[in-house]
């Protein structure tokens, strides 16, 4: 079946606009998590989604940044006023739901603030 | 605070040989770890995971280990393949029922 998409693959801004990264779940999850991954580094948990429960923002650096989830199922990331160093990869999971931990990948957002 | 971390940031095997991967964790509320596999330009893939009421758990030519003794995590892989290569990461659950905290990585090269 149908993995995790996201779009686009790759962005390029620059410093100061703002940026909607996309997140389609694989169909029947409930569960959704953004990630931001640096060169060479690991995983950076950004914000969960469960069903139609308050999000847990935990993980956003700043006021800069904000996402939705529309309809239990797409998801969108917003950057506000970009700057160089929120240049990453952006990478979106989902789950079955809260509990079962296996988190399925899309492909990731490679975000370049110039 | 509490952290995932690796032993090796990089590992390098001839294609064939065995593979170990490690990782150290830290907190010990963790009840389940998970192993991720990320090639170039792709988002991480599940390999295996764990739970902490098992020592040892296999998989098709992977096999986890699990040390609650002293936090340690390995992932063994039988007979490297050059489609081995890649970016390892363990996670750890630490304690929520939901969120995974990750390791930095370990990049696996395989030689032909």
């Known amino acids: 079946g149908a993995g995790v998409s996201q779009s686009p693959s790759n962005k390029v801004t620059e410093k100061g606009k703002d940026v909607e990264l996309r997140c389609d779940p694989i169909s029947g999850h409930t569960a959704l998590y953004w990630y931001r991954q640096s060169l060479g580094q690991g995983l950076e948990f950004l914000i969960y989604f469960q069903g139609n429960s308050a999000p847990d923002k935990s993980g956003l650096p700043s006021d800069r940044f904000s996402a939705e989830r529309t309809g239990g199922s797409v998801s969108t990331l917003t950057i506000q006023r970009t700057q160089q160093e929120d240049s990453a990869v952006y990478l979106c999971?989902?789950?079955?739901?809260?509990?079962?931990?296996?988190?399925?990948f899309g492909p990731g957002t490679r975000l370049t603030v110039t | 605070g509490e952290s995932v971390g690796l032993h090796l940031p990089t590992l390098s095997v001839q294609e064939g040989d065995n593979s170990i991967i490690n990782c150290a964790y830290s907190?010990?509320?963790?009840?389940?770890f998970i192993w991720y596999k990320q090639e170039s330009g792709k988002g991480p893939q599940f390999i295996i995971d764990i739970r902490s009421n098992m020592d040892k758990r296999q998989g098709q030519r992977v096999t986890v280990l699990l040390n609650k003794t002293v936090k340690h995590l390995s992932l063994q892989i039988a007979a490297t393949q050059p489609g081995d290569s890649a970016v390892y990461f363990c996670?750890?659950?630490?304690?929520?029922?939901?969120?995974?905290?990750f390791g930095k990585g370990t990049l696996l090269t395989v030689n032909p």
């Open positions: 996670a750890e659950s630490g304690g929520s029922n939901y969120k995974l905290t």
């Open positions: 999971a989902s789950s079955l739901y809260r509990g079962r931990y296996e988190q399925y």
């Open positions: 907190n010990s509320a963790s009840d389940y």
